[in-house]
DNA sequence: TTGCCGGGCTAATAGCGTTAGCTTTTGAGC
DNA sequence: GCTCAAAAGCTAACGCTATTAGCCCGGCAA
């Protein structure tokens, strides 16, 4: 009989993702992924150390995910047309893949395996404020307002947290326009 | 021997409150629900119905320890001095009692059991607002932009995701700053 | 006193992650 | 092309989880 091609790291972290992204995080269980690539659950271990380094491996590509899209948006824009185009790629990436964000870890740095991956985006989102002319610990300030605008609409819209979606799109239009006027606002 | 009082739905959830401060999201099992409440696990079965009812339970409480909370801090003050106090509190809450924050629901409004602390919650921030002349839907958004900017930055503070703390209290005060410039600039 | 029923119990099941140990397959060196 | 070691699969098993079924005791009502 045919010969399948024999499992990688890669490919297992590939089959997590589908999972994921169909099913929901509950569902991203070693067994399923053991069912989807065709191999019996323990022989997983060959490829991953546990099911929380999987996890690990799902949320570096969540990341490099983000950034490529981020980048993509970001790249030939500047001042507030790049930080709002940023600001609406941003949403718009969650609501296409909400397990997928969710799954993304919020304190990458603080991991060895997902520590790059962290740097890479956050380099963007920073990137993304130059021309500001914000200095030192200025632009890092910024930068966290923009990540808390973000992240918070994002999360709370993604989990249904706003009750009736309703005019949403003009909430987070008024917070890309008072993160704006912020920038502008102070030197 | 001595009966020992019987057990009832809030005593489980009291010991659930209890499992979670202290060891995390994880360690809420009925297994270690049981053995604090000095029963066997199938007993729990009495007083609710699931570990996700249970769940459902733990969440209400954190909404309503939250609602009295910012309750008692917005009382006697109004305008900026109650946003501000109110932002405060919130980021306090989150810092003190990590683990509760998390598990409170993020769409209580859609869940019949924890609807009406949900509600509860809303008209504490919507009524801080009050005396801002916002009318309709303007307070509608405002309330959502207070949310964000609350939960967006508690959520990300709590799971260590700003790296490192320094100068976490500023970017704090800019993003409350930014929200009170944002509600007096428009009408 | 009788009987009911709420709230505890034990036993059992299915599914999970994980480990141990065996077997097969692969690929590199002679 | 053969040999042999390492890589990658497998089955069996363990302990933990939530959950269900069924029994039993003790208090309260008729």
């Given at each position: 009989m045919a010969v399948r091609p024999r499992l990688t790291t890669a490919k297992v972290v590939d089959a997590a993702l589908e999972l994921l992204d169909e099913q929901g995080a509950d569902a991203l269980t070693l067994a399923a992924v053991a069912a989807r690539t065709g191999v019996a659950t323990p022989s997983l271990y060959k490829h991953v150390a546990s099911l929380g380094e999987l996890r690990a491996h799902v949320g570096v590509r969540v990341l490099e995910d983000m950034t490529e899209r981020f980048t993509a948006t970001v790249l030939g824009r500047s001042g507030d047309e790049a930080v709002a185009a940023l600001l609406h790629a941003y949403r718009a990436y969650v609501r296409e893949h909400p397990h997928r964000y969710a799954a993304?870890?919020?304190?990458?740095?603080?991991?060895e395996l997902q520590q790059a991956a962290g740097q890479k985006l956050m380099e963007v989102l920073f990137a993304t404020l130059r021309g500001y002319g914000l200095e030192g610990s200025a632009a890092v300030h910024a930068t966290r307002r923009l990540r808390v605008i973000a992240h918070g609409f994002a999360s709370i819209e993604s989990s249904g947290g706003?009750?009736?979606?309703?005019?949403l799109d003009d909430t987070y239009d008024q917070l890309v326009r008072m993160f704006l006027d912020d920038l502008r606002g102070k030197s």
């Open positions: 993304a870890p919020m304190d990458p740095l603080h991991d706003f009750g009736l979606p309703e005019g």
